[in-house]
């Protein structure tokens, strides 16, 4: 079977080999309070991948003094820590479960980036369940946010490169090498050997899906060593079971069973469950190819306890099958007929399961999508709503202007008239006084005119009485 490293998991925060845990261990000693859950954790994280019993048991003495401390912070990293412990061993109920808790405390402390690392570390568990489209959808998410912020390229560059490893399941391998060149890029810019040897192993992931698989074992290869100097037994492990599969796809069986064997040993150092069942479901498919059909079963059989305890059924339909074929090699049909029908009846049950969640999926997303829709409509709506009462109210000032307008003017006009009218009854009335003036004035000239006419006339008639007198 093959086992794909996971990007995120051998991303520590210090290569091991920088970390003496020997010191802290006897630092903690020394330690109270917030000061002793710190170095809980560190712990915690560091002997993850070499002594996980160690490891969980500080991870469960932070959580404790976290509570009773009733320190919010501590408590959502010490959960995510001991989570994230659960999620290297293979424990993926009890790693969702503090990774809940960390999602809890951190969404109420508005720790955005804080809960956005919980949920891609939550997504590498439904990569692992096979719910490929459902990680790749988290992870895409969690990357927007990373970029967005910018200043963490050390988890730009694990974000792109889990989102890598999710495209090559889904057979996306354009889409998935350029992601992983930006986790690469990254990788050089930052000389991280962790992360350089991590996006090695995308590479030869990428190279053996599309079966180029010399090109494959040369990136594994080139990964090995950094990951042994930096003391990561969980990528060793993983690097090795990889090389051996590609030995066993160029059926050079001896080297695939030695790599195997080596890989094995490393998963029971770590405790590694999920990891020890692949790989002995990996040499129950080699020693087929050899015809060794009892050493197949053996491997076979304990693969498949643990796969159904896992409740990973996807490794559970490949390990029926190999049993069935074990045991018709081993000439018992009874048996190999037993179990090739409980591979085609978890081949069925996981086509419905994956059909029924599909259509479920859709469905909610597409009743999301129509309330998202409604509302936008609802929303357009208002905004159009808006707009028309802005300009009926517009429309509304412009004629209760124009109507003040023309009430001013016409009152202007009609005082206007007024005024006129008036000034025209004094004209008429200051005509009639004058007229009268005048008439008066002429009567009197014309009286004047007359007494004057008529003492003429007397002048004129002593004048000739005078003339006829002196003749």
Known sequence: MKNILIFFLVASKLSLAQVNTDSLENLVKTKKGQEKVVLLNDLCWYLGTSEPNKAERYGKEAVKISKELKNDSLLAQSCNDLGTLYLRIGSYDEALDYYGQAVNIRTLLKDTIGTAAVFSKMAVIEELRANYSKALELNLQVLKLYEKIGSDKYAIATVNGNICLILINMNHLDQAIKFNNKAFAIAEELNNPQLYATTLVNYANLYRKQNELNKALNYYKEAYPIFEKLNNLNSVGVVLNNMASIYEAKNVLDSSLHFFQKSLEI??????KKGI????????????????????????LDALSISNEMGTKENSKTLYRLISQSYAQKGNYQKAYEYQNKYVFLVDTLYSETSSKQVAEMSAKYESEKKEQEILLLQKDNQLQEVEMDRIRKIRNIVIGGIIIILLFVIILINRFVLIKRQKTIIEKQKEIVEEKQKEILDSIRYAKRIQDALLTSQNYIERNLKRLRS
């Open 267 to 272: 998963r029971y150092r770590l405790q590694d």
């Open 277 to 300: 069942m692949s790989t002995k479901s990996s040499l129950t498919a080699v020693y087929l190819k050899k015809n060794k059909p009892d050493i197949a079963l053996q491997f076979g």
